[in-house]
């Protein structure tokens, strides 16, 4: 079983940085696609951005282009979300997840994820 953990959330201003990460735990990271999502007050849980297991494919939401950036290093079992000109849109509660295939191509939607983490606030003030 996969065990993801997040980190690097918290309050910060309009224009700010932030970066979060997710630590995942067992052997099969390097074979996994990763993803971000994020869930705003009485809001769905919406994908933010994905990642193939290589990371030689990424794809961020047209609301976060040029502004957000997903990577991943699979030496550490660490996926990151890069967070620059944060709005106060982008206040929410950030998940990781991950699937056990390799491709995250078609993987848009929650249920193409198999593993979560337990969500790190962030909250953008204006």
């Known amino acids: 079983q996969v065990q993801l953990v997040e980190s690097g959330g918290g309050l910060v201003q309009a224009g700010a940085s932030l970066r979060l990460s997710c630590t995942a735990s067992g052997r099969t990271f390097s074979s996994n696609a990763m993803a971000w999502f994020r869930q705003a007050p009485g809001k769905e849980r919406d994908i933010v951005a994905r990642i193939s297991a290589s990371g030689g494919y990424t794809y961020c939401a047209e609301s976060v282009q040029g502004r957000f950036t997903i990577s991943r290093n699979n030496a550490k079992n660490t996926v990151y979300l890069q967070m620059n000109s944060l709005k106060p849109e982008d206040t929410a509660v950030y998940y990781c997840?991950?699937?056990?295939?390799?491709?995250?191509?078609?993987?848009?939607?929650?249920?193409?994820?198999?593993?979560w983490g337990q969500g790190t606030q962030v909250t953008v003030s204006s």
């Open positions: 997840a991950g699937r056990r295939s390799a491709i995250a191509l078609t993987a848009t939607t929650p249920t193409s994820y198999d593993y």
